[in-house]
T-cell receptor
Framework: DGGITQSPKYLFRKEGQNVTLSCEQN?????MYWYRQDPGQGLRLIYY???????QKGDIAEGYSVSREKKESFPLTVTSAQKNPTAFYLC????????????FGDGTRLSIL | DAKTTQPPSMDCAEGRAANLPCNHS???????VYWYRQIHSQGPQYIIH???NNETNEMASLIITEDRKSSTLILPHATLRDTAVYYC???????????????FGKGTHLIIQP
């Protein structure tokens, strides 16, 4: 089936450690996105990428880093500089065509011990 | 992108039509209205979007007022599986197409009662 795969579903890390969240899509979409969701809140944009080897900061990029070496993959690293990393992280992708919707993965729940 | 206003919660009886309102009074001419829903602990699911004409697909119908300042998402025969948070999002067109983020508010928590 075509879709967006995020792994792992749950992730636990010690404070001060960097952690990388995986996002893979087989929809042949050019654009990919990372969002963060805190309990009872909407989604906030961390980073997005319109094309391979290019990405842009979103509203809350501090403490995060990304790479886009392949069209299918857009991993997110939560660094030790992120002060409050415990959250639900969502990856999305879309076609680079006007008004096409974004499609989301099922998320990774990150908890810092 | 224009700001949207939605009621925080709504109830609907199973089998009835669920009508979810959204106000977007500052919407501009090139901005689309999108609806997503999110079931607890899952990623948001795209439902439908429209510019000014009413739209219908296998999931729902979208009714946009003539002045485009508000819209209603209609789930024609609600089931228990439709219990979710529903987000109304207004988004403009950019030269880069789809490659910019969506602004999600807190949405409407729709509870389908058996």
């Amino acid at each position: 089936d075509g879709g967006i795969t995020q792994s792992p579903k749950y992730l636990f890390r010690k404070e001060g450690q960097n952690v990388t969240l995986s996002c893979e899509q087989n929809l042949n979409h050019d654009a990919m996105y990372w969002y963060r969701q805190d309990p009872g809140q909407g989604l906030r944009l961390i980073y997005y990428s319109q094309i391979v080897n290019d990405f842009q900061k979103g509203d809350i990029a501090e403490g995060y880093s990304v790479s886009r070496e392949k069209k299918e993959s857009f991993p997110l690293t939560v660094t030790s500089a992120q002060k409050n990393p415990t959250a639900f992280y969502l990856c999305a992708s879309s076609q680079q065509v006007i008004n096409q919707p974004q499609h989301f993965g099922d998320g990774t729940r990150l908890s810092i011990l | 992108d224009a700001k949207t206003t939605q009621p925080p919660s709504m109830d609907c009886a199973e089998g009835r039509a669920a009508n979810l309102p959204c106000n977007h009074s500052t919407i501009s001419g090139n901005e689309y209205v999108y609806w997503y829903r999110q079931i607890h602990s899952q990623g948001p699911q795209y439902i439908i979007h429209g510019l000014k004409n009413n739209e219908t697909n296998e999931m729902a119908s979208l009714i946009i007022t003539e002045d485009r300042k508000s819209s209603t998402l209609i789930l024609p025969h609600a089931t228990l599986r439709d219990t979710a948070v529903y987000y109304c999002i207004v988004r403009g067109l950019y030269s880069g197409g789809g490659a910019d983020g969506l602004t999600f508010g807190k949405g409407t928590h729709l509870i389908i009662q058996p």
